[in-house]
């Protein structure tokens, strides 16, 4: 594929915080786009309202911003293909609805939930897998609009090739008649995205692993409605820190923005994201944001689950912070000081920070590591200070020893 035709998109749900399991998604489509010199969309896929958290949508904007993941079009500075938030696009989506009914593909839903849920128990009740197709009504109505819009699928075995999974394939029994439109007007994902990506152009479609099991719907429903695949390439899950399941909130997956407010440099956190399940085929674990869009690729991106490690990012905190001068690091902690050292100068401040750069691993440790410098010790404060045992080097010192080797009063 041609660098210019390079088009790839971050289109999460506004239903909440950005961790960095949704994050990573948006990073590799954006080195993607990045590196072959083509465009990044933003996209906003809400039409699940009953899901949607209010201000999610900027708090997304924010963490893309701060970790530089600038994007060329999106629903907020728009673009040749806009409107890219889905609940203005309902118009799109009626023309390729109706190509599907027109061309017997697509039937109006006559079934009340409560149907449904009792065909769903008739399966569970045989012990086979619930199939919406296998309760397919012979003369469905006219769809109107105020019934859910299905598929009528072709169950066969399908094939496809994973940039990242490599070849797959599926039989028919995972191939069914998914809703289109739902009786609120709205489409689902499931039909949407497919109509997004084929309008606006995407080559690549990056996104988790637990799309996998849908995609033959997806295949299937792209042969009906005549639309080449995109590229696709499915990102393993990132796993808890004990490698035994996917990670979540519980597990200690923390808002991108939480990292900030910590100082964390986003430069880190992009180096870090980016190696949760990538890997350059060195053994290089510094990279800047230059270097990761000069060497990322698909095809180095590892099939199974990538384990979540905090004790691997401070490291990688460190060793970014370790990397800035003085001055810049200056410049970056100036909200994380106590008030204790409002009255001391910029000279003093920046040769304490001289004194633990090398054991900062997060800028809001700054008030712990440099209390001693803006506080006049007191005997008590001393004795707790040996007695720390976290403090190997001052346990070898005694109260006497410390006041006769008392640091000079800092300069004001």
């Not at 006219?142 to 990242?164: E, I, N």
């Not at 309008?199 to 409605?225: C, D, K, W």
């Not at 633990?356 to 691993?361: D, G």
Request: hydrophobic letters at 35%; a negative charge; glycine letters at 6%.
């Amino acid at each position: 594929m041609k660098s210019q035709n390079v088009r790839t998109r971050y289109a999460p749900s506004p239903t909440g915080y950005q961790h960095v399991g949704n994050i990573r998604t948006g990073l590799f489509a954006w080195l993607v786009a990045r590196q072959a010199k083509g465009k990044f969309i933003v996209r906003l896929e809400d039409t699940d309202r009953s899901r949607l958290v209010e201000g999610a949508d900027q708090h997304l904007l924010e963490c893309i911003r701060i970790l530089g993941l600038d994007h060329d079009e999106g629903f907020d500075i728009g673009g040749p293909y806009a409107p890219y938030r889905q609940s203005e696009r309902l118009e799109t989506y009626k023309p390729w609805a109706q190509k599907l009914i027109d061309a017997g593909r697509a039937y109006a839903d006559p079934y009340t939930p409560e149907e449904v849920n009792a065909f769903r128990q008739q399966a569970r009740d045989s012990k086979k897998p619930f199939l919406y197709r296998n309760h397919r009504p012979e003369n469905p109505p006219v769809w109107d609009g105020t019934q859910p819009l299905r598929f009528k699928s072709d169950p066969k075995p399908q094939s496809w090739h994973d940039a990242v999974m490599g070849d797959l394939s599926t039989g028919p029994e995972v191939v069914d008649d998914i809703i289109l439109i739902k009786s609120d007007g709205f489409p689902t994902y499931n039909f949407a995205h497919i109509i997004d990506d084929a309008e606006m152009q995407i080559s690549h479609v990056i996104r988790g692993q637990e799309f996998l099991a849908s995609t033959p719907n997806y295949i299937n429903l792209y042969e009906a409605l005549g639309i080449t695949p995109p590229i696709l390439a499915t990102m393993p899950h990132i796993l808890a820190t004990e490698g035994n399941k996917k990670l979540s909130k519980r597990d200690g997956a923390k808002d991108v923005l939480d990292y900030i407010r910590e100082g964390f440099l986003p430069e880190a956190l992009v180096n870090f994201i980016a190696s949760l399940g990538w890997n350059d085929g060195t053994e290089q674990e510094e990279f800047s944001v230059a270097e990761l869009i000069e060497k990322f690729s698909l095809d180095r991106v590892q099939k199974s689950g990538a384990r979540f490690d905090e004790k691997r990012l401070l490291w990688l905190n460190g060793a970014h912070i370790r990397k800035l001068s003085i001055d810049s690091l200056y410049e970056k902690v100036a909200d994380f000081w106590q008030p204790s050292s409002e009255s001391y100068d910029e000279t003093y401040k920046k040769q304490v920070l001289g004194l633990i750069q090398e054991r900062l691993k997060f800028f809001a440790e700054i008030p712990e590591l440099t209390e001693f410098f803006f506080t006049e010790p007191t005997d008590a404060s001393v004795t707790e200070l040996l007695h720390d045992p976290k403090n190997k080097q001052l346990r070898k010192l005694d109260d006497t020893e410390y006041r006769d080797h008392k640091p000079p009063q800092a300069r004001r």
